[in-house]
C-alpha cells in the first residue's frame, strides 16, 4: 500500500471530527469481528501441518510435503534475512515452537507531505491488518528494532520473521484457507514491506473503503498535535456500499 493508491477527499474540521468519531467506532467493530473470526480459525492454521516435524513438538509424526515447505520458508528466509537484519541464513531444523494464535495488527504506511517532503507521516489504515503466527517481537517491535529505536535482539528478529514467512507459505499450501477468509468477506494478499527489507506479510482488508483528507489538511493537523500520525477515515457512504462476493459470484454463474 502506498499514498498514491488511497483516494483523496475534500472536507472541512467539522466534517473531520464526525468522521473521524465513526471512523473510530467502525474500526473498533471491525478488528473486534476480525479477532473472533481468528479465535475461530486458530485450530486450522497449526503451523505443525505445513512443516511437521521441522518444528519441536511432542509428535513425530511424518508431515507429507513438509520438506518442501521448510525449503520454501528457507529460501524466503535466506533472500532478506541478510539486509537488513543482519541474520545467518541458515535455519536450523528443527525450529522452536510456532504458536498458532494469529495476531492481526493495524497496517501502517509512510506519507510525506508538505513542499520540504521531510519527515514521514505515519497512517494507519482503518480496514487493513497485517497477519502474523504470534511472537515476543510483533512487527511495530521489529520495524523499531531497524530504526534504532529498540536494540536489536536477533533471536527476536529471527522468531519474528519466521512467523509472518510461516503464514505466508501457510496460506500458500492450504488455498481453501485464504478462499474462506474470503468468504467471510475479507481481501488477502501477500505484500511486500519495502521498509523491512521486501518482507512478504500475510494483509486482510475488510470490504469498506477508506480515503484521506489533501496533504495540507493533514499537515495542518500533524502539526497542531505535534504528532507525525493520522489515521485513514471511513467515509459512511462506504458502509453502505460494502460489495457482496457471494451475490457477484451467483450473478457471474447466471450470466455464464
Known amino acids: 500500500m502506498s499514498s498514491a493508491e488511497v483516494i483523496r477527499k475534500d472536507l472541512d474540521n467539522q466534517q473531520f471530527l464526525g468522521l473521524r468519531q465513526n471512523t473510530e467506532k ?12 481468528l479465535d475461530v480459525l486458530r485450530p486450522l492454521f497449526i503451523p505443525r501441518k505445513l512443516l511437521g516435524t521441522y518444528i519441536e513438538s511432542a509428535s513425530t509424526d511424518e508431515v507429507h510435503g513438509s520438506d518442501k515447505a521448510f525449503a520454501e520458508l528457507q529460501e524466503y528466509f535466506a533472500a532478506i534475512c541478510e539486509d ?11 525450529l522452536p515452537p510456532i504458536s498458532n494464535q494469529i495476531d492481526a495488527v493495524p497496517y501502517q504506511y509512510a506519507l510525506y507531505v508538505g513542499e520540504k517532503k521531510g519527515k514521514a507521516t505515519s497512517i494507519t489504515t482503518a480496514t487493513r491488518w497485517i497477519l502474523s503466527y504470534r511472537s515476543e517481537c510483533p512487527i511495530n517491535r521489529l520495524t523499531a528494532m531497524l530504526s534504532g529505536a529498540e536494540n536489536r535482539q536477533p533471536e527476536d528478529m529471527k522468531h519474528s520473521l519466521i512467523a509472518h514467512l510461516t503464514l505466508v507459505i501457510f496460506l500458500k499450501h492450504f488455498t481453501s484457507l485464504k478462499q474462506l477468509l474470503q468468504d467471510l468477506r475479507y ?7 519495502n521498509d523491512l527489507g521486501g518482507l512478504p506479510v500475510v494483509v486482510l482488508e475488510a470490504p469498506v473503503e477508506t480515503f484521506l483528507p489533501p496533504d495540507d489538511f493533514i499537515l495542518q493537523l500533524t502539526q497542531l498535535s505535534g504528532i507525525p500520525a493520522f489515521q485513514e477515515i471511513i467515509d459512511l457512504d462506504a458502509v453502505d456500499n460494502i460489495p457482496d462476493p457471494l451475490k457477484d459470484v451467483l450473478k457471474a454463474c447466471l450470466k455464464g
Open 26 to 37: 467502525i474500526s473498533e467493530v471491525l478488528k473486534k469481528r476480525l479477532n473472533e473470526h
Open 84 to 94: 537488513p537484519f543482519g541474520l545467518p541464513k541458515k535455519l536450523r531444523s528443527p
Open 187 to 193: 481481501e488477502v494478499e501477500i505484500q511486500e514491506l
